[in-house]
């Protein structure tokens, strides 16, 4: 068994999850509204990721086609290519993609109910549940296939109101936040800890969203499913379950949206309620506005840092996305940037983030001997 | 008719609840675990308030126990007693009292067990459903009583994403923040709105608490019952709506929490996705620690003040509450304070708010000018 009692269950049905899977993302493989497929891509520890549906990108590596590194992920025309053509069989499928205002297309049904048809069990992160679709679900139950709702808010029984215990974790925490949503705060956060193992460190890192829990995160919760007022208690008990169990050198915490996006304020949290001393910041340079907020421009990254400074947290390192910007502009701006913040400001994807770990290391000294006085 | 068809139904249930009720508060009505039934004592427009059950302070008017001013409200010792000493008869019962956790504890449930044989409609707040009680819910059904847990989370199909249309939305908005929790912010509100009202200006006040409906609140929602993802467009649909519907010329938005309360941060919100550009800070200078978190420290003022800047909201003026504080003790604060920030200073219980009225009236004009150019 991969799993194991440590694993934070969603809806109790963590141990059943883990398998096979293709990724559902018809027409939008090649787009930034393939978040959560190009984060299965990237990696995951709960699933088996054999292959991507997407007949606009069909024959080509998924590995290839979202940075140019060949994965051995095939992409197929359609959902029963895929099946016919995959050994082992994949026994579940995942929606790879965000759609407007989490809603399901009529494609994107189309192919949920095939795959009900076909016995996959199907991982749903949109707002609109397919357990809902009375087609869909009695597919799914005539074939054994299970639906999960990743997104369906927790009974209220299972959540937790923070308590002030997080004053008595271990692990010093650090935030990986972001000046906007989707840039890549999540990968940064999986390169972190991937870095800080790399330096022989124990690291953990909380998930937020449902993608960090699809690549098999174990202590986390879904930021936006929760009822507002169990957040800081939800964040707080990952945190503390993490630090007793993991018993981890520093702990991050992923970020969601941006402390000033209009569309949905988020960051606070993390620092406040979390106790996140450090910060490490995902900026885009190349972003004028708000990421679908047109006229609604991003402010500045050191009105963002002091900000951060005044809710108690210090900003570590910025890492670059290089969204709209081509290398060479790109280092020209982190160049830049360095100067003028007098941190540490790398590229994770172009240059890796082993040369920020000796901060880290840092900031965990400092964090402990800031305990001891 | 006083109801119409602009009052935000919750759960659909507006046009049934007004009524005259009686506020359950047993043995607490002098505590600040009575917010709920203290903003009651002092306005709804939603109910007619006849009574309140405490026997700790049964025979007083709860006016007289709240600040001394009689409101004919009179304290009953028992639930049995008001019922029979009550003319009209109350046909609604509202929990007056805040608890740990939410839950209903044993006496409580007592209480609700009894309206509901009585056939009292029950108003319930807490976290934990009335409806959820099998005893207290057939009791109900046999005499036509109706539970409204106006805590329960709204289906996501009533619900609304943040669109950015409070780009277009005329009133200019500020938000009642706080530097704790239960500091006054929602009752300086009111009076806010009623000073302005009396100075001739459109005020309205866009509710974002259980209470604020309860007082009979037209426009909002309940901020910590939603879930996290449709905060943001929830603020700014009861915005839009309000704008749209009564034309004021300034709107009020009911602040929750406090920016850096750990137990759960709250207010970039209002700033960030409901556009708010002016903030009245309510302060409790004689608090020290987070109520109900003794160790952990409420910030400097100042810093407040400079974290809302940075958010694009200005501190138009503090508003005092006198929490252990003797009133000469209050006023002398209140003058070391307008010295040292530049901004009025003032004790809305004690001295109303006519005064910065004119300062409302400044932040109207300019919010309009800068509209302009």
Known sequence: ARDGPRVRPIHGIVRAMYGNAIILAPGAFRSDHAKTAHGLVRGSER????????????????????????????????????????DPRPDTC????????????????????????????????????????????????????????????????ELHFWSGQIANVRAPRIAVLGTDCALGKRTTGRLLVEACRGAGLGAEMI???????????????????????????????AIVTCDAEASPDIIFIEGQSALRNPSGPCGAELVVSGQ????????????????????????????????????G????????????????????????????LGIPVVRPLEAGLAEIVPTIRAFIEYEASRKKT
């Open 47 to 86: 699933f088996a990721i054999l292959g991507v549906v997407d007949a606009d990108a069909a024959g080509e590596d998924a590995g290839t086609v979202l940075d140019g590194q060949p994965r051995g992920i095939p992409i197929f025309a359609t959902l029963n290519l895929a099946i016919s053509a995959l």
């Open 94 to 157: 995942i929606i790879g993609i965000a759609t407007g205002g989490g809603r399901l297309p009529a494609e994107l049904r189309a192919l949920l109910l095939e795959a009900a048809r076909e016995g996959l069990h199907i991982v749903n992160g949109l707002h609109e549940y397919a357990s809902d679709d009375a087609q869909i679900a009695s597919a799914a139950a005539a074939t054994g296939a299970k639906i999960f709702d990743v997104r369906k808010p927790q009974p209220k029984n």
């Open 207 to 237: 998930y937020t969203g449902q993608t960090g829990w699809m690549q098999g995160g174990k202590y986390g919760f879904i930021l936006d499913s929760v009822v507002n007022d169990f957040v800081s208690g939800e964040m707080e008990h």
């Open 276 to 311: 996140a001393r450090g910060v490490i910041l995902q900026h885009a340079p190349g972003r004028i506005d708000f990421k679908g907020h047109a006229g609604w421009k991003i402010p500045p990254i050191e009105e963002e840092i002091e900000l951060l400074r005044l809710y």
């Open 313 to 340: 947290a210090r900003v570590l390192a910025v890492t670059l996305n290089h969204d709209r910007l081509e290398p060479a502009a790109l280092i020209e701006v982190q160049k830049k940037l360095a100067g003028r």
